[in-house]
């Protein structure tokens, strides 16, 4: 019996009948905000069962391709039940997991079922339909001759707030010379009970996009552990060269992408420049350092008016930003074109502009 999914879930199938323990199989599509190589989810995956699963026995680890990416596998016996993990590793971070759970005394049946239905997965990237075609043509012939607002040159200050608490300050700063523009975003939280996330993003790019380099460094700290995770990544005229350690996991990866690609940090910084335009719907296609696949966000930008933000009465332009055709999120603009706030009035999380005093303020 299938059951549709809702979230990262998107399908669950469950053996019919009044069965003690049915077998059942899971299929899961996840993000990660922490890139994540296929070496290191062997490893969680084998932790994870000796934390989760004490005594388990590991029957099988198997190292695979599936939809031309690789994958991993590990069955193990916890008590009278096999479980069966895969996780396809569609870049560092997105991936797919099938999990399967079934009885030990149906497993010589439903075991290769499972793996025979694993087989033939495939992943089918979403074209742009017709209108994100449209909305890209008209991005990119504004990209081909943008010029970023002087006003946005200079040192720019947030707040970063989880609901009313502070928990952390973003620095920005733009500069420009020789045609070319350069920028740096330092980003600190402090969650509180040793949970720390730091982040350094350098950058570098001309106005039309066709040269860009960013240099990107995170490094999340808890009670446990420390993760630092760092790319340097260059984009030529459509060709992309990224060096990246992944918490002592090194790669280089060289690779082509289409006209009008973006690095996430520099779409950031040209979002701004489609503000300027006015009203309408527009299309970034953008790049994480840590993933080979560039992902779509459509972009509404509103008229100006005049709204409560943060408590304060602001003329402003409001804009809607859809990141990979799943997430929503929210932007007030100043006049200017200066942000002023990143996150809906009802978001948890959000990223207000603030003087120095008050975003360094402990």
């Given at each position: 019996m299938r059951h549709l999914g809702a979230g990262p879930t998107l399908a669950k199938y469950v053996q019919p009948g009044d069965l003690k323990i049915p077998s059942e199989y899971l299929l899961t599509h996840l993000h990660s905000t922490n890139p994540t190589p296929i070496e290191s989810f062997k490893k969680q995956a084998k932790d994870n069962i000796k934390e989760k699963y004490a005594g388990a026995k590991i029957l099988e680890e198997k190292d695979l391709t599936i939809a031309g990416k690789k994958a991993f596998r590990v069955v193990f016996q916890h008590n009278d039940v096999i479980q069966l993990k895969t996780v396809i590793h569609r870049s560092n971070i997105e991936f797919y997991l099938l999990d399967a759970v079934m009885p030990q005394d149906q497993a010589a049946a439903v075991q290769p079922v499972i793996e025979s239905s694993i087989a033939p997965f495939e992943i089918i990237p979403m074209p742009m339909s017709t209108e994100e075609r449209a909305a890209d043509a008209r991005t990119m012939t504004v990209i081909r001759a943008a010029k970023v607002d002087p006003s946005l040159l200079g040192e720019k200050w947030f707040t970063v707030q989880l609901g009313a608490r502070k928990v952390g300050s973003m620095r920005f700063k733009m500069t420009e010379a020789e045609g070319r523009y350069s920028f740096e975003t330092l980003v600190h939280n402090d969650f509180g009970e040793g949970?720390?996330?730091?982040?350094?993003?350098k950058g570098t790019f001309t106005p039309d996009g066709r040269m860009q380099k960013i240099v990107t460094e995170e490094t999340k700290v808890n009670p446990k552990q420390k993760w630092v995770f760092g790319a340097i990544a260059t984009m030529n005229a459509g060709q992309v060269k990224v060096s990246r350690d992944l918490n002592g996991i090194k790669e280089e990866r060289?690779?082509?992408?289409?006209?009008?690609?973006?690095?996430?940090?520099?779409?950031?910084?040209?979002r701004s420049v489609l503000v300027g335009v006015g009203r309408g719907t527009y299309l970034m296609k953008t790049l994480s350092?840590?993933?080979?696949?560039?992902?779509?966000?459509?972009?509404?930008?509103?008229?100006?008016?005049?709204?409560?933000?943060?408590?304060?009465?602001?003329?402003?332009?409001?804009?809607?930003?859809?990141?990979g055709?799943?997430?929503?999120?929210?932007?007030?603009?100043?006049?200017?074109?200066?942000?002023?706030?990143?996150?809906?009035?009802?978001?948890?999380?959000s990223i207000r502009a603030s003087t120095k005093d008050e975003a360094e303020k402990k």
């Open positions: 949970n720390t996330d730091t982040t350094l993003v060289s690779f082509a992408v289409e006209e009008g690609v973006l690095f996430t940090d520099i779409a950031e910084c040209l350092p840590f993933s080979e696949e560039w992902s779509v966000e459509m972009i509404d930008v509103g008229g100006p008016e005049t709204l409560e933000v943060d408590g304060r009465t602001r003329d402003c332009t409001l804009v809607q930003a859809y990141v055709r799943r997430k929503n999120m929210t932007y007030y603009y100043a006049p200017d074109r200066s942000v002023i706030r990143v996150g809906g009035p009802k978001d948890v999380f």
